[in-house]
C-alpha cells in the first residue's frame, strides 16, 4: 500500500522557537494532505488540509499564523509551529490520499514537546 | 458537530471472543467508511473499508458491516488476539474526499 513519511517522529523545543514537521508521500502524488492533532485520550482533531499550490484550509479555531502549511510539491507538505508554547505540545499527524487508493494513509506521527 | 461518532471510549474482551466495536454517523452523503487501528505514538493504520453500496465486508478476522437506514457500522473481530489491543477509529469519507474521524474506542484483549 501506498506510504507516508512524516518526519521527525519526536521533536522538544524550547519555548518561543518554531519546529518544521514534514510529511511527504513516498509513492504516489498527492494533492490534498491533512494535517491532524491528537490530545491524550482524545480523538484526532483535523486542524487543516493542504493543498499542493495554493493556501491551505484552516479547521475553525486553528490559528493559521501559529500553524503554518506549505504544500510546495505533490508530494512533501510541511507543518511549522512558530512561537511554540507548552500548551502546543501534542501529538501531530498527517495524512494523504493515494488517488488509485479509497483509504487514506496517515503518517508515523510527531510527538511535540515544548518546554 | 460530531458526524461521526463512537459512543463507546473502551471496550474489554477475552482472548478467543469476539469484539464489537460501534460507530454512528450522520451524513448519508458519505461514500466510504473505514477503520484504523492506532497504538500508542504511533500514526493509525489502515484495517478495513465498505463502501456505502455494500452491507458487509469481510478480512480475515475482520468484518466490517453496515446499516445505512440506522447510519451505523460496525468492526467484528473475532477471534480476538491480545495484538488486536489498540485505539480504533472509524472513519467516513463524504463525496469531496474529506475524512471525519469517530473518537476511538480503546480495545483491551485480556489474554
Known amino acids: 500500500g501506498a506510504v507516508v513519511s512524516q518526519h521527525p517522529s519526536r521533536v522538544i523545543c524550547k519555548s518561543g522557537t518554531s519546529v518544521k514537521i514534514e510529511c511527504r508521500s513516498l509513492?504516489?502524488?498527492?494533492?490534498?494532505m491533512f494535517w491532524y492533532r491528537q490530545f491524550p485520550k482524545q480523538s484526532l482533531m483535523l486542524m487543516a488540509t493542504?493543498?499542493?499550490?495554493?493556501?491551505?484550509?484552516?479547521e475553525q479555531g486553528v490559528e493559521k499564523d501559529k500553524f503554518l502549511i506549505n504544500h510546495a510539491s505533490l508530494t512533501l507538505s510541511t507543518l511549522t509551529v512558530t512561537s511554540a508554547h507548552p500548551e502546543d505540545s501534542s501529538f501531530y499527524i498527517c495524512?494523504?490520499?493515494?488517488?488509485?487508493?479509497?483509504?487514506?494513509?496517515f503518517g508515523q506521527g510527531t510527538r511535540l514537546t515544548v518546554v | 458537530d460530531q458526524q461521526v461518532k463512537q459512543n463507546s471510549p473502551s471496550l474489554s474482551v477475552q482472548e478467543g471472543r469476539i469484539s464489537i466495536l460501534n460507530c454512528d454517523y450522520t451524513?448519508?452523503?458519505?461514500?466510504?467508511f473505514l477503520w484504523y487501528k492506532k497504538y500508542p505514538a504511533e500514526g493509525p493504520t489502515f484495517l478495513i473499508s465498505?463502501?456505502?453500496?455494500?452491507d458487509k465486508n469481510e478480512d480475515g478476522r475482520f468484518t466490517v458491516f453496515l446499516n445505512k437506514s440506522a447510519k451505523h457500522l460496525s468492526l467484528h473481530i473475532v477471534p480476538s488476539q491480545p495484538g488486536d489491543s489498540a485505539v480504533y477509529f472509524c472513519?467516513?469519507?463524504?463525496?469531496?474526499?474529506?475524512?471525519?474521524f469517530g473518537t476511538g474506542t480503546s480495545l483491551t484483549v485480556i489474554p
Open positions: 495524512s494523504a490520499r493515494d488517488p488509485r487508493e479509497t483509504e487514506a494513509f
Open positions: 509513492d504516489f502524488q498527492a494533492t490534498t
Open positions: 493542504s493543498n499542493e499550490g495554493s493556501k491551505a484550509t484552516y
Open positions: 451524513n448519508s452523503m458519505f461514500d466510504y
Open positions: 465498505i463502501s456505502s453500496i455494500k
Open positions: 472513519a467516513a469519507r463524504d463525496t469531496g474526499n474529506q475524512f471525519y
